[in-house]
């Protein structure tokens, strides 16, 4: 049958073998990454300085891990410009020493507002008394009678709202009178083609013996249909001559009814004008009520105003006072911290600055994928040979069926 099934790869192997990959793609990525710089303000140099010791768990294997120290150096007039920085750093400490010297004499004199403006007393503050206002009018709010409104009006008679038939009946009638006619013809020349149908050998059932019944019946349909038609034209033509009737009938109602209309609208309008002349003179004796009355407040919002205008004089008169000793305070507070920033600024400015280091360069690993071409391999091959078995097969199986035969 062939070969054996190839051999699975060894998994300690196969990581053994990634590992090492991986770890010479990294030293080389370190070798390319790890780029010397010149720039005018000084040079970064890399420089292997060493290696450490790193031992494969899996099969003992021991690999050198080359150690890399960046070296950076600053340009003579940047090395200057530093010189003199520290050097101006180690005086301001100086200052900074000198003059902290004087804190406890600062501290140990008390803060005192005694000399201070005063605030404002919020106590002497007292609410404004308002005014109140008066009552409104009484103002008229009913007219005389004039007597009651026209509301209803007599009666202009029934209006005809349906016809005394849909003439449904007669309707009928004609679609009796047309199908009695048509039916029996009808009828007979189904028979006909029924028998001019069985001569020509078709026979119930075949397509051209239903093709031509269905003909048939269509235009049967179409012949009772228009009976159907000529009903409801007559019908139609009946309701017509109703509906004439009906409008003409409502018609002389309606103006029976706008003639009453027109009565009891005059009388209306006349009560109307009477209304409205009443309604005049309340609203005028309203109006000068109101008018007074709207005088009376004025006055009221005058006086009351007047206390207001008052009372905020007197309200700014101690928030002026306590802005006053707020200034006062705040210089007072400048002139005691003024000493201590100072020194506090100095004190900033001799710290001891560490140094900048230059970012190591970062290994961005992009590995062989060893293990994944061994294991593809191994399938590879595995493939191959089944594919070699099953055709194997195959033949075996055609050649005992030759022999079978």
């Known amino acids: ?51 450490s010791k790193w031992t494969d768990p899996l099969n003992g294997k021991v690999y ?24 101006t750093k180690g005086n301001l400490a100086n200052v900074a020493v000198e003059q902290s010297n004087r804190l406890g004499a600062l501290l140990n004199d008390p803060f005192s507002t005694d000399k201070l403006p005063a605030a404002g007393n919020a106590a002497t503050l007292g609410l404004p008394q308002y005014q109140q206002y008066g009552s409104g009018p009484q103002l008229q709010t009913s007219l005389p009678n004039v007597g009651q409104v026209q509301t209803e009006l007599a009666d202009a008679g029934n209006i005809t709202k ?33 028998q001019k149908l069985a001569n020509q050998g078709l026979m119930p059932g075949s397509e051209a013996f239903n093709r031509a019944v269905d003909e048939s019946s269509r235009q049967s349909n179409d012949a009772r249909y ?35 209309l027109g009565k009891g609208t005059f009388a209306n309008a006349g009560q109307q004008q009477k209304f409205a002349q009443g309604l005049a003179g309340a609203e005028y004796g309203n109006a000068a009520n109101q008018q007074m009355f709207e005088n009376s407040t004025r006055a009221t919002s005058g006086n009351n105003a007047l206390k207001d205008q008052a009372f905020n004089a007197e309200q700014a008169k101690i928030a002026a006072q306590n802005t006053q000793r707020t200034q006062a305070l705040n210089e007072a507070y400048a002139a005691r911290n003024q000493p201590l920033n100072e020194i506090a600024a100095l004190m900033s400015g001799s710290q001891i600055t560490g140094p900048n280091f230059v970012p190591t360069q970062g290994q961005s690993i992009a590995n062989v994928d060893y293990a994944g071409l061994v294991n593809q391999d191994y399938q590879n091959r595995l493939g191959a040979y089944n594919t070699k078995q099953a055709g194997a097969g195959a033949l075996l199986g055609g050649l005992a069926g030759m022999f079978a035969l």
């Open 64 to 87: 050198d891990i080359p150690t890399t120290t960046a070296t950076q150096t600053l340009s003579a007039t940047q090395q200057q410009l530093k010189d003199k920085t520290d050097a």
């Open 1 to 51: 049958m062939g070969k054996s099934t190839p051999k699975a790869p060894d998994p300690k192997e196969t990581a053994s073998a990634q590992t090492a990959t991986n770890i010479g793609t990294a030293i080389a990525n370190g070798q390319i990454g790890n780029i010397n710089q010149v720039t005018p303000d000084g040079t970064l140099t890399y420089s292997q300085t060493g290696s």
């Open 226 to 260: 228009g009976a159907i038609l000529a009903g409801g034209q007559e019908q139609s033509r009946l309701v017509g001559l109703e509906a004439q009737r009906a409008q003409f009938q409502n018609s002389a109602q309606q103006q029976l009814y706008d003639q009453i």
């Open 162 to 194: 349906t016809y005394n038939s849909d003439f449904s009946a007669d309707r009928q009638k004609v679609e009796d009178a047309l199908l009695s006619r048509i039916n029996p013809q009808l009828a007979n020349d189904r028979a006909a083609l029924e």
